[in-house]
Structure formats: C-alpha cells, structure tokens
C-alpha cells in the first residue's frame, strides 16, 4: 500500500502514521510529503493509495486544511482514524540558550498550542508559521542561528540535531491529535464487514428555515445516537450559510444509524458520507 503523509521525516503525522500501521499490521511504502493538501492530493491522483493527515486538535481545533478540503471534495472517504497525545518542545541549534530566542517557527496549530509559554517566556520573540513541525527544525537547522528556536516533538530533535531548550511546552499535559486516513472514492452506507466505531459525513440544511438544525439533531437524539463531533464549515455561498460535519458513534448498531442517516437524507438539502471506520487512541 502507498501511503502519502504530511513530511518531512520527523513530523507528529509520521510518527502517528508508524504506530497505526503497527496496531492495523499495514506494510507500505510511506511518501512524505510538505503540506496537507499535497498529501490528500497525492491520493486523490492516485499517486499514493490512502493519504494519512491531521484533522483535530484538542487545544487548537480543527486542522483547517484538512476540514476544507473534506468540504470541498465528493470524492474523499474515510477509513481509519488514530488518536495520539502531542508533546512539545522548544529547539534551537548547539550553543542556544532560551534566553536568546528571537525568531520561532513552526507549524500553527503547534504555536496555538504552545500559546501560553510563547506569551509568558517568549515574549521577545516573533512566531513564524511553516508547513510542519519538521519544517521548522529544517529550517532552524540549516540556517545555524542561536536566535532561532522551532517548536515540536522529541522526533523532531533527533531528525535534525537540535538542542533541547525546555521542558514540554503544550498547555496542558492533555493535549492530543486526531489523525485520519482517507481514501480517493466515494462511499455508501452499505453494512461494513468489520467492526466500525464511527460515521462522518457532511450534511447542507436550509439556512433560511427555522428549525433546521434542531430537526437535523433530533433524528440522532431520538435514537440514542451520540454525536461524537459537530464541526460548520462556511458553504462558501452565501454569507451565514454552513455545511455540517457530524461524527456518529456507532455504538448503537449499524442498523439504528444507518436509519438515522436515511432519515437525515429525507430532510437535509444534502448529504456527503465519508464512510464508517475504526478508532483507535494510544498513549
Ligand atoms: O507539523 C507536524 O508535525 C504535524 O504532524 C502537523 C500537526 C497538525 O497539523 O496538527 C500534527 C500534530 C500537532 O497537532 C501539530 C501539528
């Protein structure tokens, strides 16, 4: 199987990526790849089979890119997800001191997570926002200046050479991603063979009719189905006009949901499944 990922060597993505191929058994060739939408693109050109990205942080929200591009896209299915805790540090080359630091980099969603130490021991410093955390030790590396640090995980030291300048820096020891793994192809609510634990899809209600929404929630409500995640992305229409991303436990039954989603069908404008999928989380 080939695997696109958000790259370079070194990423939280990557070594997400590695321990969910270990927990599922999954042999591929792994192709690292700069950005997010680089490495769902690689799949959707069926360059690579499955691309493996971020899509939500519990500090940070959602990985933007990765919920526009679900949005914008008919053709993009789900087929596993993978929850890992996040620990960050600070980075400079040999011979930097914290002290020192006047230029950060790294990826934004890890500056939003780093927020309270930035504005409480780097307040000298500017933040500079790259591709991935990896990037930005890239970076700091190749240009050898102490006053430069990059924020992100130990693999990150390790790849390039960096000094340790801190202690973990994520505001709260609580902080985890959620991965995802997609696939070029739509998807259908046909009954999966293995077991799933959820179902993502994206629906469209009509903005302008009172009640839309509550009508939406209450065909999950009434069957006892949790809903594990609701996210709005702008429809990129009108102005107050928004597309809905549900997650649904499928704790209930494949039966019960797949009612649900039928039922949602007769009432929403639209509705795009992204599939149903296992979930797993490590420590
Ligand atoms: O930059 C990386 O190392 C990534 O894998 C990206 C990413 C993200 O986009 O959320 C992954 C995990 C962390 O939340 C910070 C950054």
């Known amino acids: 199987m080939r695997i696109s990922y958000l790259g370079p060597q070194g990423t939280f993505t990557e070594e997400a990526l590695q321990r969910y191929c270990a927990i599922h ?4 060739k792994r192709q690292p790849i700069s950005t997010i939408d680089g490495a769902i693109e690689a799949c959707m050109l069926d360059e690579a089979d499955v691309a493996f990205v971020p899509v939500e942080n519990s500090l940070g929200g959602s990985v933007l890119t990765t919920m526009d591009y679900l949005t914008e896209h008919d053709d ?7 929850t890992m805790p996040i620990r960050h540090y600070a980075w400079g080359i040999p011979g930097s001191e914290l002290a020192g630091i006047r230029q950060v980099y790294s990826h934004p969603q890890a500056l939003r997570q780093c927020k ?3 504005t409480d021991r780097l307040a000298q410093a500017d933040c500079h926002e ?4 990896s990037e930005a030790g890239r970076w700091v590396a190749d240009k050898g200046d102490t006053a430069m640090a990059a924020i992100g995980g130990l693999a990150l030291g390790q790849t390039y050479g960096l000094k340790r300048l801190t202690d973990e820096i994520q ?8 991965f995802i793994m997609v696939r070029h192809g739509a998807t259908s609510l046909t009954k999966p063979e293995g077991e799933v634990h959820k179902l993502s899809l994206l629906c469209e209600l009509d903005g302008l009719r009172p009640g839309s929404l509550y009508e939406g929630l209450a065909i999950f409500a009434k069957r006892g189905i ?3 995640r609701i996210e709005s992305r702008p429809s990129k229409g009108r102005l107050g006009e928004y597309k809905f991303f549900f997650d649904l436990d499928m704790s209930t039954g494949y039966d019960n ?6 039922e949602l069908r007769q009432t929403a404008t639209a509705v795009q499944l992204f599939g149903m999928y296992q979930s797993i989380a490590v420590e």
């Open 25 to 28: 058994g999954i042999e591929g």
């Open 116 to 118: 309270r130490f930035l």
């Open 171 to 178: 505001d709260n020891t609580l902080n985890v991603t959620r």
């Open 257 to 262: 949901v797949s009612a649900a989603v039928e």
């Open 76 to 82: 993009v299915a789900l087929c596993g997800e993978i």
């Open 130 to 133: 790259t591709a991935s955390t």
């Open 226 to 228: 949790n809903l594990v």
